[in-house]
């Protein structure tokens, strides 16, 4: 049975940026990763989509709070055709974790030239998973300004994975890169850009005075930190895990978390039941 009011955080700060966020609607954000927090996680990331309730939701809070933004590794346009995001007023799509930026009122991606390196790696990596003997099944996600490895179908994935850190992240460190882990997957990217400088750059921008960020993943870890940077400064926040049904969240992520939910669907109802709390008129999923 879906429940009905807002659950409370386990901790003090979570509660406090809770009450802040409902007391002063007008100067939160509200920022999301989108894989694993408003879409399920798939074994192929091109066959990713929004949790049907995402959009509804999101629209429904941007017309409650100051800003809704969502920050993912995923290019931005990505993000907004899997997510259903085109029609959602106000929104900001924080994209390849804040390279590119895509916002509702333009419809537009505006992002610098992409890091040299990425190009380089691009050409040498299929010879180097073949000299690292990368298992059947890994396979790599071209995202234009980061390269991801995956290795969730092969039979072994966890040990596929662990066969490649160590030559991924010297080739990565030939070429001016770094390697960002996640869920069965090491993504090579620019240096310097993550999702936590991306969220704080958002906060600043708009003289956020609460923040609400939810994520699964190792890569939240850096909006996490952003979060409670922003908390030593005085700007209250809500840290929010999202754990898909049957799959633990990452713990890590989980242990500094201020409310944990099952997944995309949690993360819905969560938004559904603070949008009603809000008086959006929205009712709690089901």
Do not use: N
């Amino acid at each position: 049975m879906a429940i009905t009011e807002l659950p409370e955080p386990v901790t003090a700060a979570g509660r406090e940026g809770l009450a802040a966020l409902l007391a002063d609607p007008g100067g939160a954000v509200a920022a999301f990763d989108f894989d694993g927090t408003l879409a399920p996680i798939v074994p192929d990331p091109a066959a990713a989509r929004a949790h049907p309730g995402a959009a509804p939701a999101l629209a429904a809070l941007a017309a409650a709070v100051g800003s809704v933004v969502v920050v993912t590794g995923r290019p931005a346009a990505l993000a907004v055709e899997y997510g259903g995001f085109a029609q959602v007023p106000g929104l900001v799509v924080l994209g390849q974790y804040g390279v590119e930026r895509w916002d509702a009122d333009s419809g537009e991606v505006r992002a610098p030239g992409p890091h040299p390196g990425v190009a380089a790696v691009r050409a040498l990596l299929p010879g180097r998973l073949a000299d690292a003997g990368a298992r059947p099944g890994t396979w790599v996600e071209d995202k234009g300004r980061a390269l991801a490895v995956h290795t969730r179908r092969a039979d072994t994935p966890e040990a596929a994975l662990e066969l490649l850190r160590q030559p991924l992240a010297a080739l990565a460190a030939e070429h001016g890169l770094m390697v960002e882990p996640g869920r069965l997957v090491l993504e090579l990217r620019p240096p310097g850009v993550d999702k936590g400088a991306a969220l704080g750059a958002f906060l600043r921008e708009r003289a956020a005075r609460s923040v609400l960020y939810a994520g699964d993943d190792l890569g939240d870890l850096a909006a996490f930190a952003a979060v409670e940077k922003g908390r030593s400064e005085g700007v209250p926040g809500l840290l929010v895990c999202s754990g898909a049904v049957g799959d633990a969240p990452v713990r890590e992520l989980a242990d500094r978390a201020d409310l944990v939910v099952p997944g995309p669907a949690g993360v819905v109802e969560l938004l559904e039941l603070l949008v009603r709390r809000l008086g959006g008129g929205l009712s709690p999923a089901r």
